[in-house]
């Protein structure tokens, strides 16, 4: 156990509501005098965790209360026979309370929960529902208490309020042909489904992959930018928290930005990405988001006008802005000799020669290579390991004009999948281990660059270098040194090109790897 601090029962994730002093070192006071230590705890400390505020309508919500002992390092006998006592009294009219708990006993709207061993939870989960009748922003007040032997008693309050406000997000269309370098900009609707207005801040986030650049220019708005703002691998985001009661959405109301965002789009934009939501953020919630603030005026929401463009099922929705660009991928192939006779290490590369860079949505591939090995010849491996800084992407089994498999030995046809995204000018590398029969007679294979499952159309202004031919020489003799091995022929277009290990000069030949953000909900 830590000398310095010791807790007795997991941390609370909920806020902690009512928080005992800590125990004070010897030290000096400003002035430099000396300090008169604190004497230790004698009893450890209890603190409650749960919601300030619950919102409650006609169906069950679920509220769970937590607490916790400390004693400040103190090393105190940990405490026992813990005791949580739920006062709903002031809830009549409001709303009623179901403990289902075995350790709660009821006494009219006040229940007592007691924990007999120390290997219980300390946390109760309850459920609130409204009384019916009881009006729309009627509210009353539920009081915690905690007691435990060798311990402080600790209590809390939460505040019930009938009904629930649900803010939803309007669609915000989707750009098509955007110029490079060209301004966009991004409005945005909500629409509030419940029934009680807004109550609390609202946060609004718009995350963008794919090259946009937001203008920083409202207070209440921060942003938040990759090392390279204009590459389209970088993230961007733009966090902005409207006020209460200024911003306040009333049921059934819809209102708008009163300025739509801008954005520049980046010269690498081929297809950027953008995700938004909107929720009500806890009393003391701290929104978080990116470490630029806006130096503008104030971004506020106002009364919408017109019809709109419709509305999402729910608080998050997502655009895309499709720019006026290409990316023109390429396939490579290049070999050198394996670890047994008989055996070569096959490299491929998906090579991005620009001007866009292209990047894959939700984990999906912006491209795949189709390879298709030489007859007498077949992958005995691969050098794709499942880590964050592996240089060589997956190459899976292909079953079926769709449908993939994951990797296994012993066969001639495989696809393999470009992971996040290839930046121009650079590549993303695979490596197959293949082995050759003794009776290989020259055949040629091929590896085809294809768009992926992500779906984004990459304008490719060049068919010609989408697919290579590639033909293994003689079995080559493994060894320890730089290896002198046969050519590897490569036939493109009508093109031979000769090829070996030491000479081989690839285009990007640095692997950028750019990990996307799953989206969930």
């Keep these: 156990m830590n000398p310095q601090r010791a807790v007795f029962g997991a941390v609370p994730a909920a806020l902690v509501l009512a928080l005992a002093p800590s125990a004070v070192a010897v030290g000096e006071d400003p002035s430099g005098t000396p300090s008169t230590p604190s004497p230790l705890p004698t009893r450890a400390y209890a603190t409650i965790s749960a919601e300030g505020q619950v919102n409650v309508g006609a169906g069950a919500q679920s509220v769970t209360v937590g607490w916790m002992f400390w004693d400040g390092g103190a090393q105190v006998p940990v405490p026992t026979n813990d005791s949580l006592v739920i006062d709903a009294r002031d809830l009549a009219g409001i709303a009623s309370v179901t403990v289902d708990d075995p350790r709660c006993k009821a006494e009219a709207r006040v229940f007592t929960c007691v924990n007999k061993g120390a290997a219980q939870s300390r946390s109760v989960e309850f459920t609130l529902r409204a009384d019916a009748g009881a009006a729309p922003g009627g509210s009353g007040t539920i009081t915690y208490a905690v007691t435990a032997d060798h311990a402080t008693g600790a209590t809390a309050k939460a505040r019930v309020v009938v009904g629930i406000p649900n803010l939803v997000v309007g669609r915000v269309p989707d750009v098509t042909h955007a110029r490079i370098g060209s301004r966009i900009d991004v409005p945005l609707r909500l629409r509030n489904t419940g029934d009680l207005a807004t109550d609390r801040r609202i946060m609004v986030r718009w995350e963008s992959v794919g090259g946009l650049v937001f203008d920083r220019k409202f207070s209440n708005c921060a942003y938040g930018e990759g090392d390279d703002p204009g590459e389209a691998g970088s993230q961007a985001s733009v966090t902005c928290v409207f006020p209460i009661p200024s911003n306040s959405v009333p049921a059934g109301g819809t209102v708008e930005l009163s300025s739509p965002l801008t954005a520049t789009v980046g010269k690498r934009v081929l297809t950027a990405v953008t995700d938004y939501s909107v929720r009500l953020l806890k009393p003391r919630e701290q929104p978080g988001g990116g470490s630029h603030q806006?130096?503008?005026?104030?971004?506020?929401?106002?009364?919408?006008?017109?019809?709109?463009?419709?509305?999402?099922?729910?608080?998050?929705?997502?655009?895309?802005?499709?720019?006026?660009?290409?990316?023109?991928?390429?396939?490579?192939?290049?070999?050198?000799?394996?670890?047994?006779?008989?055996?070569?290490?096959?490299?491929?590369?998906?090579?991005?020669?620009?001007?866009?860079?292209?990047?894959?949505?939700?984990?999906?591939?912006?491209?795949?290579?189709?390879?298709?090995?030489?007859?007498?010849?077949?992958?005995?491996?691969?050098?794709?390991?499942?880590?964050?800084?592996?240089?060589?992407?997956?190459?899976?089994?292909?079953?079926?004009?769709?449908?993939?498999?994951?990797?296994?030995?012993?066969?001639?046809?495989?696809?393999?999948?470009?992971?996040?995204?290839?930046?121009?000018?650079?590549?993303?590398?695979?490596?197959?281990?293949?082995?050759?029969?003794?009776?290989?007679?020259?055949?040629?294979?091929?590896?085809?660059?294809?768009?992926?499952?992500?779906?984004?159309?990459?304008?490719?202004?060049?068919?010609?270098?989408?697919?290579?031919?590639?033909?293994?020489?003689?079995?080559?003799?493994?060894?320890?040194?730089?290896?002198?091995?046969?050519?590897?022929t490569a036939t493109r277009a009508g093109r031979t090109l000769i090829a070996t290990a030491a000479g081989a000069a690839l285009l990007g030949a640095v692997v950028l790897v750019v990990r996307r953000r799953r989206r969930t909900g």
């Design 294 to 488: 806006g130096t503008g005026p104030a971004l506020t929401l106002v009364r919408a006008s017109g019809a709109g463009g419709g509305f999402e099922n729910g608080a998050e929705g997502r655009f895309t802005v499709a720019a006026d660009n290409s990316a023109d991928l390429a396939a490579e192939v290049t070999t050198k000799p394996g670890r047994r006779a008989g055996e070569r290490i096959l490299d491929i590369n998906a090579v991005n020669h620009g001007p866009a860079s292209a990047y894959g949505i939700d984990d999906k591939s912006v491209a795949v290579v189709d390879v298709v090995l030489p007859k007498g010849v077949v992958a005995t491996g691969t050098a794709h390991m499942e880590e964050e800084v592996s240089p060589y992407g997956p190459c899976l089994l292909r079953v079926g004009s769709t449908t993939t498999a994951p990797f296994e030995a012993g066969h001639r046809h495989y696809v393999c999948s470009v992971p996040f995204g290839v930046a121009a000018g650079r590549s993303q590398l695979f490596e197959l281990w293949v082995k050759q029969a003794k009776d290989y007679d020259g055949a040629k294979g091929r590896a085809t660059v294809r768009p992926g499952p992500a779906g984004i159309p990459l304008h490719d202004p060049d068919a010609s270098n989408d697919s290579t031919t590639f033909a293994f020489g003689p079995p080559a003799t493994p060894t320890a040194a730089a290896p002198s091995e046969a050519p590897l």
